[in-house]
């Protein structure tokens, strides 16, 4: 397993691909620190007292590796999933940034053995060998779903605009080339890895959206605008204040991405698995919702309280209630993971 800053090193040596404010910076750039920090948190305390027994998980392959690379086995498994991502968001102020890449990994762990199954691709193959590579490498990787999608009203081939949901535009021997965009990407600007899912159910028609692949964050053609969201201020010394956010816009201008990092391809009635693969990965994704939304009410719990008590209110009846209240609720969201 990797260090934190082991992460951070590989990160500033990946091609400047990122855009703010209308310029390509590099992933050294100041305002993607904030978010950079809390994807080292997940590698640097795995040898903590607290968090050791939760971020380690054995793996037959290679032994010992971090639990955000890990296919999950059992109920066990995901509780201790759900455990873990509250903990560190805790730290982070609400956001872990590493479950969407591997809620995606584990939504493609069946996709990918019934695709292969109905449509005689290697699908299933394919994602072995890249989860080997993930894992090997304790991977820190990003999930882009959500399409542009234009007008609501239209299914992605009635579009006026046949690129507003990402497509596959060209098939080859050796791959295919994907065309579009996909929007409101937590963290992408500073994963190593992208993993790309359809959206939506799909229809005969729309084969050629039903695509899902996994390409580096700097690869060729793919660009990331970038919205920072951790802004520093130097005269308030806060630790929260270094930890942040980044949603990022992702182009695929014509992105080639070869056999072996293409799980599912466009083919002819691959549409079927297009919504079991965006349900799939939404499923886990809200088992991690569990875990990470709890914190974030804690947060802002502690933070309530806090101002109450400033105020001289704290013992004030209305404000109790409502503290309560957000207690109840983080519980009962907490409750639900745990009962799913």
Not at 63 to 72: A, D, L, P, Q, V
Not at 91 to 99: E, Y
Not at 114 to 129: D, H, I, K, S, V
Not at 198 to 212: C, F, G, K, N
Request: hydrophobic residues 40%.
């Amino acid at each position: 397993m990797k260090t934190g800053d082991e992460f951070l090193q590989k990160l500033y040596q990946m091609k400047p691909n990122v855009i703010i404010d209308g310029k390509t910076v590099g992933r050294d750039d100041p305002r993607l620190q904030a978010v950079a920090k809390v994807m080292a948190l997940t590698l640097d305390k795995v040898e903590e007292p607290d968090f050791k027994d939760l971020l380690k998980v054995e793996s037959k392959e290679f032994g010992t590796i971090n639990r955000f690379t890990h296919i999950h086995q059992s109920v066990d498994d995901l509780l201790k999933k759900q455990e873990l991502t509250r903990k560190i968001c805790r730290l982070s102020g609400g956001c872990v940034f590493r479950c969407m890449g591997i809620d995606a990994m584990n939504a493609l762990s069946i996709i990918t053995h019934r695709a292969e199954a109905m449509t005689g691709q290697p699908y299933n193959q394919r994602f072995l060998e890249y989860l080997k590579f993930w894992q090997e490498n304790d991977i820190v990787g990003s999930c882009a779903q959500t399409d542009v999608k234009g007008n609501r009203a239209l299914r992605p081939h009635e579009q006026a605009d046949p690129d507003l949901y990402l497509r596959v535009v060209e098939y080859r021997d050796d791959g295919i080339v994907v065309r579009g965009a996909k929007n409101h990407i937590t963290a992408a600007a500073v994963a190593e890895e992208i993993i790309v899912l359809p959206t939506r159910m799909l229809t005969p028609e729309e084969d050629e959206y039903a695509v899902a692949f996994a390409v580096p964050g700097d690869w060729d053609g793919v660009k990331l605008v970038t919205r920072a969201s951790g802004h520093k201020r130097e005269k308030f010394d806060c630790p929260a204040g270094d930890l942040g956010d980044v949603e990022n816009f992702i182009i695929f201008d014509d992105v080639f991405v070869p056999n072996e990092r293409v799980f599912l391809g466009g083919g002819k009635g691959e549409h079927a698995f297009g919504g079991w693969t965006a349900l799939l990965f939404a499923l886990y994704h809200r088992h991690s919702y569990t875990g990470c939304k709890p914190a974030s009410s804690e947060i802002i719990l502690g933070f309530s309280a806090l101002v109450s008590e400033y105020s001289g209110i704290e013992d004030k009846k209305h404000v109790q209630s409502k503290l309560a209240d957000l207690i109840s609720v983080a519980e009962l969201v907490y409750a639900a993971g745990i009962a799913a």
